[in-house]
């Protein structure tokens, strides 16, 4: 399975924009980049996911290197309530299209 | 609407014992995952079922077996229990099966096995 490599935690201050980098060099061309979040206590919820293009959503902004290589999760404004560990997955048929989690990124917001 | 639900939330074992864990999932949604989360592990893929059949497995040991109904409930069991199954069991559904690449996970909570 395509791994990613994440920093294991960053801090924030609260109503300000957090970028969330995440590495994946062996990112095949069918390969798709989701993130989840886990917040405390409870089980991980979808962000968002992309291919190739930038994505947006309510939650979230994915921005996606050219070379597909690394991308970025933006959290526009993040607010105490974005205090969770962010995961960067692929997902890809070659490996069923299982989700494989890393260790995530742990992001403290702070007031 | 609801969503997915999974009991036992908390349970306590002993070593040798086995243990069943239930899922239900979003109603309508017909595939069914299970992830375990330890510590020292982090969220490790169980298997994924659909339409009652098998479609991924992880590399778990035969003793962690799963098994879906008919009407998408899914329980999984943990046979002959070892003190490293101490962890949190999450089960996942999704509207659409595996073959899709850009299908949503929505999580349960979790049940929290405690082996002692």
């Known amino acids: 399975d395509a791994k990613t490599t994440q920093p294991n935690s960053m801090e924030s201050n609260e109503e300000e924009p957090v970028h969330l980098p995440c590495n994946h060099s062996t990112i095949s061309g069918t390969d798709y980049i989701h993130w989840y979040r886990q917040l405390p206590s409870q089980g991980p919820e979808y962000v968002i996911h ?27 404004r993040a607010t105490l309530r974005d205090a969770a560990v962010y995961y960067c997955i692929l997902s890809g048929k070659a490996a069923g299209n299982k989700l494989t989690f ?6 403290l917001v702070k007031p | 609407k609801a969503g997915v639900t999974q009991t036992p939330r908390y349970l306590i074992k002993t070593r040798g014992q086995q243990v069943t864990l239930s899922c239900s999932p979003i109603s309508g949604h017909r595939s069914v995952s299970w992830y375990q989360q330890t510590p020292g592990q982090g969220l490790q893929f169980l298997f994924e079922y659909f339409s009652e059949t098998q479609r991924n497995k992880g590399n778990f040991p035969g003793r962690f077996s799963g098994r879906q109904f008919s009407n998408s409930r899914s329980e999984m069991n943990v046979s002959t229990l070892e003190l490293g199954d101490s962890a949190l069991y999450l089960c996942a559904s999704s509207l659409r099966g595996w073959t899709d690449t850009t299908r949503e996970l929505f999580f349960g909570e979790g049940s929290r096995l405690t082996v002692l």
């Open chain 1, 50 to 76: 992309g291919l190739t293009s930038n994505v947006n959503n309510r939650m979230a902004s994915l921005a996606i290197a050219e070379d597909r290589k690394s991308s970025t999760l933006i959290l526009h």
């Open chain 1, 102 to 107: 890393g260790g995530g990124t742990r992001v």
